[in-house]
Nanobody, 124 residues
Framework: QVQLVESGGGLVQAGGSLRLSCAAS????????MAWFRQAPGKEREFVAG????????SYADSVKGRFAISRDNAKNTVYLQMNSLKPEDTAVYYC?????????????????WGQGTQVTVSS
């Protein structure tokens, strides 16, 4: 089993930055693809960014390309999401997820483990 715990969410003004962290425990996630999803009120959960188990080959949703950066530290069993130039439409609960697949899946059903989520609110 893998437990994922997100942190780093909060309230920020438009144009600001936040860094989310996702700490894994229970077993190593170094061979798992890791990703961040988000869900805004009344909307479906959507893929934001993902990263291959090697730390290479990041993937991003078009809406966050050039503003967000995903990274991982396998020694610390932690994945990060650096969010810059935040917009009000980035407001959502952000979830960390782990998949046993080698490549980064884009759909939530392909992920085996989920964190409890962290709220990100961007004010205009």
């Amino acid at each position: 089993q893998v437990q994922l715990v997100e942190s780093g969410g909060g309230l920020v003004q438009a144009g600001g930055s936040l860094r989310l962290s996702c700490a894994a425990s229970g077993r190593t996630t170094s061979s798992y693809a890791m990703a961040w999803f988000r869900q805004a009120p009344g909307k479906e959960r959507e893929f934001v960014a993902g990263i291959h188990w090697s730390g290479n080959i990041p993937s991003y949703a078009d809406s966050v390309k050039g503003r967000f950066a995903i990274s991982r530290d396998n020694a610390k069993n932690t994945v990060y999401l650096q969010m810059n130039s935040l917009k009000p439409e980035d407001t959502a609960v952000y979830y960390c997820a782990a998949s046993r697949r080698a490549n980064v899946p884009l759909f939530s059903y392909e992920y085996n483990y989920w964190g409890q989520g962290t709220q990100v609110t961007v004010s205009s």
